[in-house]
């Protein structure tokens, strides 16, 4: 994998904030039925980054310790999060969250367990559990094929994307059931669109650690075929891009 994954998004962050998909309320009911969280329930959000998921379990009213190696990304997590007293910022990693054995209730990881070292990370998160806890995993999923504006997205990311094959995420499912093992866990699939206008695409696209940033030679070309499948594609001046957010759930016996 290219460079430290603690890095990649560190220039990104300002985008990420303002243009990478949240995550459905319908997850806090999910668990709420499933995995018996209460507001009581104390949650170890793993990569928290700048805070997306935390802030479903923050206004659940949950204590919530957010595990995050990039200081730029927490940083921001930071400030989005300010304003509620049970978040508790913590420059930890999936791998060694310094948090003391038997702390957590939940232990979760959106849009970041790709980047883990499986094995230790899964020590980890069993060091941490409290005995009966929950380890959710979740991803949202760009839809590739669904219409013509995301085939040709993808065809833009594949053609100029750095290492865009190597490090999406969507390989990481097919091995859940290893990390999980030789426990059972379950899945469960949300709808989450994004709309777009123009200046609202080139974020989304900027934000994503595989794409080239100013002064790359492939961020000119990228630029102008994002300008280019905008505007083929557009309906009264927007997009919309649908994302399917997956949830892996289960107790790490």
Same mark, same amino acid.
């Given at each position: 994998?290219?460079?430290?994954?603690?890095k990649?998004? +560190? +220039?990104?962050?300002?985008?990420?904030?303002?243009?990478?998909?949240?995550? #459905?309320?319908?997850?806090? %009911?999910? $668990?709420?039925?499933?995995?018996h969280?209460?507001?009581?329930?104390?949650? !170890?959000?793993?990569?928290?980054?700048?805070?997306? $998921?935390?802030? $479903?379990? $923050? *206004?659940?009213? =949950?204590?919530?310790? /957010?595990?995050?190696?990039?200081?730029?990304?927490?940083?921001?997590?930071? %400030?989005?999060?300010?304003?509620?007293?049970?978040?508790?910022?913590?420059?930890?990693?999936?791998?060694?969250?310094?948090?003391?054995?038997?702390?957590v209730?939940?232990?979760?990881? !959106?849009?970041?367990?790709?980047?883990? @070292?499986?094995?230790?990370?899964r020590?980890?998160?069993?060091?941490i559990?409290?005995?009966?806890?929950?380890?959710?995993?979740v991803?949202?999923?760009?839809?590739?094929?669904?219409?013509?504006?995301?085939?040709a997205?993808?065809?833009?990311?594949?053609?100029? &994307?750095?290492?865009?094959?190597?490090?999406?995420?969507? &390989?990481?499912?097919?091995?859940?059931?290893?990390?999980?093992?030789?426990?059972?866990?379950?899945?469960?699939?949300? @709808?989450?669109p994004? %709309?777009? @206008?123009?200046? /609202?695409?080139?974020?989304?696209?900027?934000?994503?650690?595989?794409?080239?940033? #100013? /002064?790359?030679? =492939?961020?000119?070309? !990228?630029?102008? *075929?994002?300008?280019?499948?905008?505007?083929?594609?557009?309906? =009264?001046?927007?997009?919309?891009?649908?994302? @399917?957010?997956?949830?892996?759930?289960?107790?790490?016996?």
């Open positions: 994998m290219t460079g430290d994954p603690t990649r998004f +560190s +220039s990104r962050v300002d985008n990420y904030v303002r243009y990478r998909p949240g995550y #459905p309320h319908a997850i806090i %009911e999910l $668990l709420q039925k499933e995995c969280l209460t507001a009581d329930s104390v949650i !170890a959000d793993i990569g928290s980054g700048t805070g997306m $998921l935390t802030r $479903l379990f $923050l *206004e659940n009213g =949950n204590r919530v310790f /957010g595990i995050e190696p990039n200081e730029d990304m927490r940083r921001a997590g930071d %400030e989005i999060l300010a304003g509620y007293p049970k978040f508790i910022s913590v420059g930890g990693s999936a791998e060694a969250t310094t948090l003391p054995e038997r702390t209730d939940f232990v979760t990881a !959106a849009q970041a367990a790709h980047w883990f @070292d499986r094995q230790k990370a020590r980890e998160f069993v060091r559990l409290k005995p009966g806890g929950w380890a959710v995993m991803w949202n999923e760009r839809r590739h094929e669904s219409t013509p504006f995301h085939r997205y993808e065809a833009l990311l594949q053609r100029w &994307g750095i290492d865009y094959n190597e490090v999406r995420h969507e &390989g990481a499912r097919l091995t859940i059931g290893e990390f999980f093992a030789p426990s059972p866990h379950k899945e469960k699939v949300f @709808d989450n994004q %709309e777009f @206008d123009y200046a /609202g695409l080139e974020g989304r696209l900027l934000s994503s650690s595989y794409m080239p940033l #100013p /002064g790359h030679p =492939n961020y000119q070309p !990228a630029i102008e *075929e994002l300008k280019r499948v905008f505007a083929e594609h557009q309906v =009264n001046g927007h997009v919309t891009m649908d994302h @399917d957010t997956r949830v892996y759930y289960g107790r790490l016996g």
